[in-house]
């Protein structure tokens, strides 16, 4: 009761705060409140926008939890990405004529490859040559920008556009989008994001492997002398992790755009990292976190419309104040003993 | 029965012209990722809609967008309020802007940098390539060395074509020149790196130019700071920029957006407005090289008589500008 209860309080919590803040901005924060709900849920479109963006936040929110639960933390999840997207779409370019559903399937695959490499290498590096893999992944992040940026100017640009894209992808590689949300560009993505969740969920927690996984998170050491190669596990860990943020291409490049765009995640892979803190690296957590923080992106969009001083940064604001209740475990404790005495 | 009609009429007139007094034009606007205060191509898209909203009493919302996902339902949010005209700046809104003003036929779209064909979009396109043959021309009288510079922001069509007005207007006046050109990077965010835009800066001037231009949005400041560490000179973009380091900016190249979107406000408001492709260059004012107090004694009368020969040449059609479109 309390894993749940914790999270929802310091959402309440830092919202409540946030909102408080525009106050000093000469702000209603009723008002402000109302404006980020109307923009995140007030229509069809505006909820599908909310879903839209939650989509990538579930796959980096997975990405990150994974590899937490075997005691790693992956920064990387942005530049893994990035590499998924860019094979998504080069596949899609350089082999426009494939059938569906041939077509989506080899570009989704190429999307889980590219992202699972990118994930194992710092997993690689860790396991066999003890190098931190904070550093790698954030270090990899600018390497896979830099080869996104080549790949796509030098190799697939698109001739008929001033924009840094790669050529449109074959129509056969389309996925479909559901009709309901009014235009909004929610495709089969979102179901393959839950569906992503429950693998995760069976993964860690009903496999052998998982179980492993889950034992070298808890005590390194322990795990080592009860047989279990904890570098294995180091890789598994970053490889599943990097898989699940390649997934991201599936909704951005066969779901949305039809190509990839060099920049169009708006650090999606930084904010699975509040995703997974949030959701405390448990797949229905961060699916849950993954749709709130989606809602804080979709709903601070309106606030230049809708207000005079309050701009969509206000999104950032609220981001932070929510992670740091959430992380306020001292405070809990304080209060759990204060309760007692 | 009498006295009431005429009442009656009278009411009716006076409501409606007080209508019409009340409804006020409502534009929206959408900027570039760059921002509203990148002090260059999207300041002065503000400052156009905003010295509309004080000339012409207009509404007038901005937004600046998250990610390149948001352009289209930024677009549609105005669209479905209450606004009359929605104008987007910069060529990424090109494919959100054709799709939203399919879906609101009845709603008027202005485009910046790119070219929308449909019936209720207004496309304004600047002749890029006639600006900066006047700022080479310019940078050639001024140059000691013998050498230029050229710092654009991202590498794209429409910043090679200010690259290639500019070494045109140069090898005008001296054919000898060279000018080195280096660009910033190849993603949008060489529009806001202005510690390369400085590192490449100062690579230019310890090769021996004494002139640079800076097509680069936020990116020129880096330009400016190098000009003032190396006292050398600097040719800013877009907006007026010879206020942000007075005596190191030699001039700039003005595109006149805000002049651009000033007048599509201006037509909406006057129930004028029209679709289609409207260009600006220098016989409209639309592109110039701008004069004020920060930067006349660094352009002696020779030079300007000069620059305003090649100008009236242009406009006449006996000198033809390479456009880098056209290649």
Known sequence: MRKLLQPVLAVAFGLALGLGVTRLAGENPWHVLQILWKSAFGSRYDFGMTLFYSTPLIFTGLAVAVPFQAGLFNIGAEGQLTLGALATAAVGAVWPGLPWPLAPALAILAAVTAGTVWGAIPGWLRAKRGSHEVINTIMLNFIAAGLASYVTLYLLKNPDTQNPETRPIGAGYLISQFGIFGGAPVSVALPLAILAAVLVWIFLWRTVIGFEMRAVGQNESAARAAGINTGRMTIIALAVGGGLAGLVGVGEVLGNAGKFRLGFSPEYGFIGIAVALLGRNQPAGVVAAALLFGALHKGTADLDFETEHVTRELSLVLQALIILSVSADGLWSWMKKRSAA | ?327
């Open chain 2, 1 to 327: 029965m009498r006295v009431l009609n005429r009442l009656s009429i009278l009411v009716v007139v006076l409501g409606i012209s007080l209508q019409s007094a009340l409804a006020e034009v409502k534009v929206g606007l959408v900027l570039d990722l760059g921002g509203k205060d990148d002090k260059s191509f999207n300041a002065s898209a503000y400052e156009g809609a905003t010295a509309a909203r004080k000339k012409l009493g207009i509404y007038l919302k901005y937004v600046e967008p998250s990610d390149d996902n948001a352009f289209e339902p930024l677009l549609r949010a105005f669209a479905q309020k209450d606004f009359d005209l929605i104008i987007g700046i910069g060529f990424a809104q090109k494919e959100a802007i054709a799709k939203v003003a399919a879906q609101f036929p009845q709603k008027h779209f202005v485009v910046v940098d790119s070219q929308v064909d449909a019936p209720n979009v207004r496309s304004l396109m600047f002749q890029e390539h006639e600006g900066g043959f006047i700022v080479g021309a310019i940078a050639a009288m001024t140059s000691q060395t013998g050498k230029i510079g050229y710092i654009g922001g991202m590498d794209v069509p429409l910043i090679r074509r200010f690259e290639t007005g500019y070494e045109a207007g140069a090898k005008k006046i001296n054919p000898q020149i060279t000018v080195i050109a280096n660009y910033v990077g190849v993603t949008p965010s060489a529009w806001n790196n202005p510690p390369r835009g400085k590192e490449l800066a100062l690579a230019q001037y310890d090769a021996g130019a004494d002139v640079i231009f800076a097509a680069a949005g936020a990116s020129g400041f880096g330009v400016f700071d190098a000009a003032e560490e190396r006292k050398k000179l600097a040719i800013g973009v877009d907006s007026n920029e010879d206020w942000v380091k007075p005596g190191q900016i030699l001039t700039s190249m003005l595109k006149r957006v805000d002049l651009a979107v000033f007048s599509a406000i201006q037509d909406a408001q006057n129930g004028k407005f029209t679709a289609g492709l409207k260009r600006f260059g220098l016989a409209d004012k639309g592109v110039d090289y701008s004069i004020d107090q920060y930067n006349e004694k660094l352009l002696p009368e020779s030079v300007r008589q000069r620059a305003d020969a090649l100008k009236a040449d242009i406009i006449a059609g006996k000198i033809v500008v390479p456009d880098y479109y056209k290649k």
